[in-house]
């Protein structure tokens, strides 16, 4: 899972917001994020549009998979709209997500023991095995924390066979490209971010080692 930097809402939102709470004991079967607009646009890509920074990928915030290649792009509530219909437009309770995240897998699920990757710092929660491809709780975590993480994992279906072995195919491309530029591309563009951002650290790790050994070699022969 890749941090998740949320933009602030615009301006004009929290007017959206005061409206749906004013019109929500006869909301009927409204969808305010699709039917509601601002200057012509819907709010679902008013969303979309300014929900992440200007550098920022358009990814899943869940799985991290790029959201124009691979799905179509949906919006999920956090704390599910049938449960809490008041926060159908809280901003910091909408996540882009991919359709396999959000309808497939998670659907009206829910719980405080899920994972936030706007809030919580996920890159010290979740390893990843290069063997595998699979995603798992960090080593030194204590067990409420790894609980989260792996129910996290599940309700997600982070572990999937195709993804696993997307992420097993990104580490490998980082690994065999002789071209620093493709590597830079998947770790700031993704997708998967967090594993290329892992494969990076573990060759920087590799050449300074190689880079150690090597001048102790050469001090080495120098001796007289």
Not at 121 to 138: A, I, S
Not at 150 to 175: D, H, P, S, Y
Not at 204 to 217: F, M, Q, T, V
Request: contains cysteine.
């Amino acid at each position: 899972m890749t941090p998740f930097p949320r933009q602030p809402a615009p301006t004009f939102w929290a007017d959206k917001e005061r409206r749906w709470q004013e019109v929500l004991p006869d909301r009927g079967r409204r969808d305010p994020l699709r039917q509601w607009k601002h200057e012509k646009v819907s709010l679902a890509a008013r969303f979309h549009d300014t929900v992440r920074g200007v550098s920022e990928p358009r990814a899943c915030a869940y799985c991290d998979g790029s959201l124009t290649e691979t799905s179509r792009e949906t919006i999920d509530h956090f704390l599910p709209e049938h449960a809490f219909p008041e926060l159908a437009l809280s901003w910091d309770n909408l996540f882009p997500a991919c359709d396999r995240c959000n309808s497939t897998y998670k659907g009206t699920r829910w719980s405080c023991r899920l994972v936030r990757p706007d809030t919580d710092p996920v890159e010290d929660l979740f390893d990843f095995d290069e063997q595998t491809g699979r995603l798992r709780p960090r080593a030194a975590l204590g067990w409420p924390m790894r609980v989260n993480v792996r129910l996290t994992i599940r309700v997600f279906r982070l572990n999937e066979g195709a993804r696993c072995k997307a992420r097993q195919r990104v580490w490998r491309t980082m690994f065999a490209t002789e071209n620093a530029s493709i590597g830079a591309d998947y770790a700031s563009d993704g997708p998967y971010r967090f594993v290329a951002r892992k494969a990076a650290k573990a060759m920087a790790a590799i050449r300074e080692a190689l880079e150690g050994k090597s001048g102790r070699e050469e001090r080495k022969g120098a001796e007289p």
